[in-house]
Each structure stands twice: as C-alpha cells, then as structure tokens.
C-alpha cells in the first residue's frame, strides 16, 4: 500500500512512498445484517484501514446523487413521474386536532353566583376540516353535558367561510354560534401536527408515517410557518371552588369528634359469635346468632343463623341496627319505646365495643345471648385497643343426649317374637328377614326326638310327645299318639313355632337350638317341661357329623344309648316294645308326597307333608325286628297307599306277575326279583310310604310277602 503524498507532489510512482508499518490491507466489511434485515453500510476507512477523507453526504444528497442524470452521457433528463395521489380521507384518517377551552355563561338567577365558567374541548376533524365541541360530564351538575356542538364545519363569518386549522391556535377567542370560546391549551399530538399541515397530501402522509413512530422524541414547533402561542391556565369556576372549602363552624367543636370517627372506622365492624339459650322454657331452643358491632357509629345488629330445613322462615335480622341502650335514666323505665325513638336523654349509658367480651353473657332487649367466639378482625382490634390478647374460642356444643332405650310390651303369646315386634318399630310392618341359604340347605331336614311330659299329675306320666326340630327355619313341633282308652285325645299338640328358653326376655330372644336337644334334656315349652328320651338314627348321624356343636354332656347322654342298644335290660326291652305297640295304633298316615327323606342306613323315613315322627318307632321297631310286623298298621298303611293311588291306572296284572315267578305258591319272592318285577311294571317304589310298605311285607332277609303288597295296588 502506498501511502499519502507530500504535498504538493504529484500522484506519480516516485513521488509516494510506503508504509512498512501496515500489514493489513482489506477492505473495510459495509454488508452487514441487522435485526433479520440485510443492511448497507457507508465505508469510513479504506484500505489497510486508513480513514477516509471525504465528505459524509446526508441521506437527501445521495438520494439526489442516485436520481441525477448526466447530461453530458445521458442526454437531456426525462420529467419525473407525478407523485402518487392519496386522497385526503386516507392520509388523514382517525387524525383529529384536540384543544382545551373554556366559556363563560351567565347566571341572572342566583345570588350566589352570577357566572359559570363550563370547560370544552374543541376537535378539529382533519380528514373533512369539521369540528365538534364537547363537555365532559360532571356527575350530580344538574346541568345538561356531553356533546354541545355535534360534528361538522362551522362557518367564521358572514360571507359564509368556515374554520381552519390555520385558525386555530392557543390563546384565542373562538365564536361559534354566538358563544365564545377561549382556547388555553392543545395535545401533543396537536402541536406536532403543526409541522406539515402546510405541505402536499402525498408529503402530509409520509410526514404522519414518520411522526406516528417518532412524534414523542421530536417537536418541530418552529421549524414550521406556524408558531403556537404559550398555553395559559384553564379557568375554574368559582362557585365549584367554593363549594369544596369547608363550611365555616359556628359551634365550639366538642372532644369527641362524630366525623372523624367515622372517616377513621368506616366499614370496620365487629362480628361476635353467640347462642340464646332458652331451652328452660316451654318448647325452647338453643339458637345461634351473629352479632355485629359498627365501629363507625356504635350501632348493633343482630342477624340469625339459618340452618337447612330448620323449619323457619329465612329472614335475616332478629334486630336492625340501632344503638343499642345499656342503662336507661329512672324514669325512662315508662318511656313508650315501642312508638319514640331513645335519645341521650333517656339513656345515662350505651353499649360499646368494650362490653362485647368473647365468654360473657350479654342481655339484649330482654334476651341473654353468650357470645363464644369472634373473627380474626375482631381478635387483633381487641388486642390493638384494650390489650386483649386471648380471646379463646369457647365450645358450645352440647353433647347429645343419650338414646332412650325403647322398652318393648310384654309377649302376649301370639305369633313369632320378631315378627310381633316390628309393630313397634315402624306404622306398616314388614315380615322379618329369613335366612334364605340356610332354608336351601337344610330343606326338608328333620330331627325328632321322643320326650315325656314332666308333671306332677298321674295322669300325665305315661304319655309321650315327638319333638320334631325342623333346621331350615328352627321351628318345633310336638306331636301327640293317640293312645286308645287313655281318656287324651291325641294328634297335633303344637304346632309349627319358635320356642324361646325360659332364661331369655322379649327384647332378645334365645330360642331353642339342635344343640339342646340331647336325651335327658329338659325342654321347657310355654311353662310345659318335657324331657327327651330317646332319638332316631338321623340325629345320631346328624350328631355325629356336627359333634363340634354339641356339649359334653349331649355327646355322653348318645354313648350311653348306643351302650344301652348293644345289651338292652329285659325291662327296657319291655318298655320299648310297649311304646311301639301303642305307635303303632296311630288312625292315619301321612300323605304320599315325595317331600320326604330317607335314611338308608337306619331305614327311617321324615315325611313333609303332616309331619308324622314315623323315625322313632321305626328305631324301636329296629331292636325287635324278629316280631312280625302289626296287622293294624299294615292295614292301616295299605289303607292309606289306596287312597293316594285312587287317580293312579291301576295294574291287575300285578298279581299274575308275581304268580310267575312263585311256582310253588308260598306267597314270597326274593329282594332282588321283587324290585325287577317293580321296576317293569313302573311301580314307585322310591316313595316313602312304598318303602314302608316293603319293610313291613318283608319276611326274614331275603323274601318279600307279594301278598300283602298287591292289596295296596287293587281296587
């Protein structure tokens, strides 16, 4: 790089010399990016970093630099495109001139004023040159305000000219309408206005584009043909002004200042908690109340707590705010309250804020309310004014009584206890919940028992009861046989019921269980003591599958009838083979059914139609099998079978079936071809009458009497 020349030496190789010092000799960088935008920047150095000495050109000149045209390359320049047109509505849209003024109007009708002075402000519409006038509102003037003059262009004078911006300036008188206006003062906005409204639409609009972005750092007042005048005060009204001075006092100003407790304490109340008790009296109540003290005037109000379906209807106040007297004069005492409002006159003392204490009673027009709790408010007033800190809330809550226990009538006797009882639970009874699962799984499952009646009456000794224990509903019955010239008639003795223990009361009942049921147990039945003798051998299976249930005792009184069965005493043989006699003298049979069910092993059948103890003879009977079995109660049993087969189609070749297989005519067949014979003639003998039938037509181990079988099946 060659360096600058001595002055006044040409620009020639010889005449410059370099500097050795320079080693950087690139040109300074002028494209650039700036905020996203590709920017071109004017180089300042040159080469090698060396400043330029040349003049810095405006943006105006280079802007006149890039549209001359030579003359001498060029030829003679051509006429510039007119301007773009932009019509006035769009270069001056929303663009309005703002200015504050006032008037004055007279007032011949008052003596306290005689002028008013009403403040405007005038907009100047520079899209069209219109103008409008308005007044701001002023709430409670009583004077008509808003819009005094609506928009449109307003005429100056009489040869029918109308305003012009031009016009207009601060510090002026303006005539509209008769009615003049001082103009005092304009916005910013207005003032920078001032700077183009003199140059052309298309300048105006640029001009409005520059000032829209740059109008608050630039006020170019006198760089334009108009000068604004200085602004001046804005005029007040002096009546207004009075107004707002305070009104003079005449009256010596007492300690207590009223106004400035309430300007110190306004909208700062108290809020007490309390309760009025008066469950003392007749059908009273212990309701709770909200209690609120004004601070700004030492008024009370009393509101009421409303609680969901209390039964009352919901108005808010027990007492309107008021002050509230605390000790009246002596004479007061006859003062009509009720129609005269109390004065000072009649009260020496008022209640305040003091005599509001969280934990003490308070007596208000004739009624005690115990205030046991406040609000935080409440809290940190007492503690700034009296230095109250401790204001514990106090528990009100009464305990609930405890629950009357509700004393059942006595049993009268009639029907279940449970169901009797839900008369006195609800108005519409309803039978009392079964125990559905265990009706399903005992179904049909019987106990019966053989019991003696315990009486002191002779009579009474030698007769016998069967106790049937029914386990699907835990209901009892007793049945009677009849014995024939006893002088008792026998059959049902009691029918299907609970049996409640004689320890047990109304309220709960215990009732008899399978687990009381055991030989030599005692059996209390509605003052009726029974004792068990003896059971079949489905309570001895059902015994000892559920042995767990049963008490020692009920399982030694079963050991020591198993050990009686296995080597009975010739006087108990004679006993029992006296009971099955007088069994077996029963009138009836139950009715063939099907509902029954049968114990093979011991070959006893429960029957569910009458309920008839067939298991205890047939137990008896079982120890002296050799005896032939009674002619009464297989007549009677034949009997019965015909009457239950009178719709049954009646088989006559029955007997010839038999005949066939009896050659010799002894009247027997074997088991096992009885039951083929039964089987191809749809005999049912799966039924327990039928079975009984076998058992009692039965000769030795393997014969069968067809004789005495046929008779039930003919007609």
């Not at 960088?29 to 590709?38: H, I, M, R």
């Not at 835990?474 to 002088?487: A, K, L, Y």
Request: aromatic share 12%.
């Amino acid at each position: 790089m060659v360096s600058n020349p001595v002055h006044g030496l040409p620009f020639l190789p010889g005449t410059s010399f370099k500097d050795s010092t320079k080693t950087a000799f690139h040109r300074s960088q002028t494209l650039s990016y700036k905020n996203g935008y590709a920017v071109v920047r004017r180089p300042t150095v040159g080469i090698g970093g060396e400043r330029l000495q040349v003049n810095q050109l405006s943006q105006a000149e280079l802007d006149e630099l890039a549209n001359k045209a030579p003359i001498l390359t060029y030829g003679q320049p051509k006429q510039a495109p007119p301007a773009e047109f932009i019509p006035a509505h769009v270069a001056f849209d929303k663009k309005v001139l703002k200015f504050d003024a006032y008037f004055q109007e007279d007032v011949p009708m008052s003596t306290e004023e005689h002028y008013r002075i009403r403040q405007v402000n005038i907009y100047y519409y520079l899209e069209d040159d219109s103008m409008s006038v308005m007044e701001p509102v002023v709430e409670n003037s009583g004077i008509p305000q808003g819009k005094l003059i609506k928009r449109q262009r307003l005429t100056k004078n009489d040869q029918g000219d109308h305003y012009h911006w031009k016009d207009l300036n601060r510090g002026i008188n303006l005539t509209i309408y008769g009615r003049t206006f001082r103009i005092v003062d304009c916005d910013r906005f207005t003032q920078v206005s001032s700077l183009f409204l003199q140059s052309s639409l298309y300048e105006q609009f640029e001009c409005w584009q520059f000032i829209t972005e740059r109008w608050s750092r630039s006020v170019f007042l006198e760089s334009q043909g108009i000068e604004l005048n200085p602004p001046e005060k804005m005029a007040l009204d002096p009546y207004t002004e009075l107004r707002k001075q305070p009104l003079r006092k005449y009256v010596t100003p007492s300690d207590f200042d009223q106004l400035k407790q309430f300007l110190t304490f306004d909208k700062q109340v108290l809020r007490f908690y309390a309760i009025w008790d008066d469950t003392d009296s007749m059908f009273g109540e212990c309701r709770t109340y909200i209690i609120h003290y004004y601070l700004m005037d030492d008024t009370v109000e009393i509101r009421e707590v409303h609680e969901r379906n209390n039964g009352r209807d919901p108005f808010p106040l027990l007492m309107n705010r008021q002050r509230m007297p605390k000790v009246l004069v002596k004479n007061a005492k006859n003062f009509p309250q009720c129609v005269l409002e109390i004065s000072d006159q009649e009260v020496l003392e008022w209640y305040t804020a003091k005599d509001f204490i969280v934990g003490k009673p308070l007596t208000i027009l004739g009624r005690t309310f115990f205030i046991y709790d406040c609000d935080p408010f409440t809290r940190q007033y007492y503690k700034e004014k009296f230095g109250i800190s401790d204001l514990p809330r106090i528990d009100v809550s009464k305990k609930e009584p405890p629950p009357v226990k509700q004393e059942l009538p006595p049993y009268n006797g009639f029907g279940l206890i449970e169901d009797s009882v839900q008369n006195c639970f609800v108005l519409i009874p309803k039978a009392p919940k079964k125990d559905v699962i265990k009706m399903l799984v005992n179904d049909n499952k019987v106990l019966r028992y053989l019991a003696a009646l315990e009486s002191p009456i002779p009579e009474d000794k030698d007769r016998r009861f069967v106790f049937s224990y029914f386990l699907a509903s835990d209901m009892i019955s007793i049945f009677e046989p009849p014995v024939q010239n006893s002088g008792i008639i026998g059959g049902k003795y009691l029918g299907r019921t609970k049996v409640a223990k004689p320890s047990s009361t109304a309220e709960d009942p215990i009732y008899y269980g399978p687990t009381d049921f055991f030989i030599g147990a005692v059996i209390e039945v509605f003052g009726h003591r029974f004792i068990i003798l003896d059971t079949d051998d489905y309570v001895l299976k059902y015994m000892e599958n559920n042995a767990a249930q049963y008490s020692p005792e009920a399982l030694l009184s079963i050991r020591n009838r198993i050990q009686k069965q296995e080597a009975p005493a010739p006087e108990l043989e004679k006993e029992k083979h006296q009971e099955i006699k007088n069994v077996a003298q029963l009138p009836d049979y139950p009715e063939l059914s099907g509902q029954g069910t049968a114990c093979p092993e011991s070959r006893s059948t429960f029957t569910g139609a009458k309920e008839r103890p067939w298991s205890v003879e047939q137990e008896l009977s079982k120890q002296t099998r050799e005896d032939p079995p009674g002619v009464q109660e297989l007549e009677a049993l034949i009997d019965t079978i015909q009457k239950q087969l009178k719709d049954h189609p009646c088989k006559d070749n029955i007997h010839e079936a038999f005949q066939i297989y009896d050659q010799e005519a002894s009247g027997f067949v074997d088991k096992e071809r009885f039951f083929k014979i039964c089987d191809s003639l749809n005999l049912p003998i799966d039924d327990s009458l039928i079975k009984e039938l076998i058992r009692l037509c039965s000769h030795g181990e393997d014969k069968i009497n067809y004789y005495d079988f046929v008779r039930a099946f003919s007609n």
